[in-house]
């Protein structure tokens, strides 16, 4: 067995950037990723893409219902090597159905980039993702995107990225001009010029040096009027931005803000770029015993997401691994710590997009997608042997609810069989009535109704029908004594409104807020749980 090389692993660690690309829908994120994987050359051509009219959308959406709606559904993986650095962009569903996949993608990531549209500024779902990433300190870059369009004033938008997303914030690009009378953006960290030509088809635009604005080569390159404001305005920029600390952006105590437009392929080199030079390497996490740090020479990582059927044609799912700490090598046995079961991997996958490739061995901050069978969960951990458990891939206490009824007898194993491996996956939550064992999905957003139903025909040859059901929450329930008599009594009484999830925790369903507050004062020995992982 080759033995164990401490500083070239050191080295891999240090080169791997893994973040996430947050936005609202339509804020241009598919199309950010999509420029990014052109500048690794992992893509020929943006827009190669698009080109194939049965295949629709763009690389990273690669399920049909995706292509039918135009969102991002499922997160999805993208890998790719720039200037010697090997980056892993975890792609999010934008739109606010799919929030809970987004939230435990970013469990994985080591840094977020945020897309806002420069016309619709910051809109409510990037607001909640960033409080998220605001939560845990995660390090972000701002990228302000669709600068060839008429938008908000540069000053007002990032007045609005300070004040609406609680961030401090300082830019280190600045547009000239804006929508018509866009002329590019000046680069205040390499302290250059990118003029744009407006011309999609070319893949990068060039840059001038200008080392000094009150040079008069600047008047030649842009015009006298477009000079002078700009200069005032990298002044006032000066004036009223704290300096870029690195250290701060690392704590998540400032964020870079950069403009562009990533339709047209400007002011993505330059985010990434610098991206490249100061986005944290893998970061330590902290599990239920301990804080692990990606130099421990030994693998522990944990599943944050599951996704089947990648392949129509099998019945197949992949588990997503991040790699926490230690070198994850193939077919070499692991501890599966739920199941206390050691397992062996013959193909590991990495990714980009649609093409997986079979890897030997990958490092912390990598993600590796894992075949099985059905024995992964979310939030599942893997190690060489050591009992722990990474913390934090909650399932958040679902908005919507309905039974879920059989529409054809003849299938009920199939629709057993998809129900229980969606549920793995986490597009939704199974709850089973004590009283009657009937069957109620509970789900985040009202759009995943749709995606089940799709995927349960599609995939697993199976129809079902929806009945309403009227529950305004779901609560996960932890008596301080199951022998005590409130509990018993709260049993009792509350009887029809009882649950167990996949885990067989007892779930409350409150018909409505109101019922539940009374329930919570009449029973005060009881504690009610938004998320699941309250151990």
């Not at 164990?4 to 080295?11: A, D, K, Q, T």
């Not at 197949?316 to 994850?328: C, D």
């Not at 409130?486 to 049993?491: D, I, S, V």
């Amino acid at each position: 067995m080759p033995k164990f090389n401490f500083m070239s692993f050191i080295e891999e660690i240090e080169r791997r950037r893994t973040f996430g690309i947050i936005s609202h829908p339509d804020a241009g994120k598919t199309t950010l990723t999509e420029k990014l994987l052109l500048f690794g050359g992992a893509i020929q051509e943006a827009g190669a893409v698009k080109s194939n009219k049965i295949k629709k959308g763009a690389t990273s959406d690669f399920m049909e219902i995706e292509r039918q709606r135009g969102i991002s559904v499922a997160t999805s993986v993208l890998a790719f090597e720039y200037n010697d650095i090997k980056i892993n962009i975890l792609d999010t569903p934008g739109h606010k159905d799919f929030a809970e996949d987004t939230f435990r993608t970013l469990t994985a990531v080591d840094s977020v980039i945020v897309v806002i549209d420069v016309a619709k500024g910051v809109e409510e779902q990037t607001e909640k993702l960033v409080e998220v990433c605001r939560m845990r300190n995660i390090p972000m870059i701002v990228f302000i995107n669709k600068l060839d369009r008429e938008g908000k004033d540069a000053f007002d938008l990032l007045d609005e990225v300070e004040q609406k997303l609680g961030l401090r914030v300082t830019p280190l690009s600045f547009p000239i001009g804006m929508g018509y009378e866009f002329k590019g953006i000046y680069n205040i960290w390499e302290k250059n010029i990118n003029l744009f030509s407006g011309d999609s088809r070319k893949d990068i635009e060039e840059t001038i040096e200008v080392s000094d604005l009150a040079s008069s080569e600047l008047d030649v390159l842009i015009g006298e009027d477009a000079a002078n404001t700009l200069r005032e305005e990298i002044e006032l920029v000066e004036g009223i931005y704290p300096e870029f600390d690195k250290e701060a952006y690392k704590n998540g105590e400032l964020q870079p803000v950069f403009f562009g437009s990533a339709l047209n392929n400007f002011g993505v080199r330059e985010l990434l770029d610098c991206f490249v030079e100061i986005a944290p390497k893998p970061r330590p996490k902290q599990s239920d015993t301990r804080l692990v740090d990606p130099e421990e020479s030994k693998f522990t990582g944990f599943v944050f997401k599951i996704h089947a059927n990648m392949d129509p044609n099998h019945r197949n799912r992949l588990a997503f691994v991040k790699i926490v700490s230690g070198e994850f090598k193939r077919n070499t046995p692991y501890l599966h710590v739920r199941n206390n079961k050691k397992l062996k991997f013959s193909s590991p996958n990495a990714f980009f997009a649609e093409k997986k490739e079979i890897v030997d061995i990958s490092y912390p901050g990598d993600i590796v997608g894992l075949q099985d069978t059905g024995s992964f969960k979310i939030g599942d951990t893997l190690t060489e042997g050591e009992i722990l458990n990474y913390k934090g891939v909650p399932s958040f206490s679902p908005e919507h609810f309905r039974y879920i009824n059989n529409a054809d007898p003849l299938k009920s194993k199939q629709l057993a069989k998809g129900i229980d491996q969606l549920m793995d996956e986490g597009v939704a939550q199974l709850f089973t009535l004590e009283l009657n064992g009937r069957k109620v999905i509970g789900t985040v957003g009202a759009l995943q109704y749709e995606v089940i139903q799709y995927r349960l025909e599609h995939e697993y040859g199976a129809k079902c029908i929806y009945e309403n059901l009227n529950v305004a929450k779901a609560c996960w329930i932890e008596p301080e004594d199951e022998k005590n008599d409130e509990f018993k009594e709260f049993k009792q009484v509350k009887q029809r409104f009882l649950a167990k999830d996949k885990q067989d925790q007892l779930v409350f369903l409150a018909d409505s807020m109101f019922s539940l507050q009374m329930t919570q004062q009449k029973y005060p020995s009881i504690k009610f749980h938004f998320t699941s992982e309250y151990h």
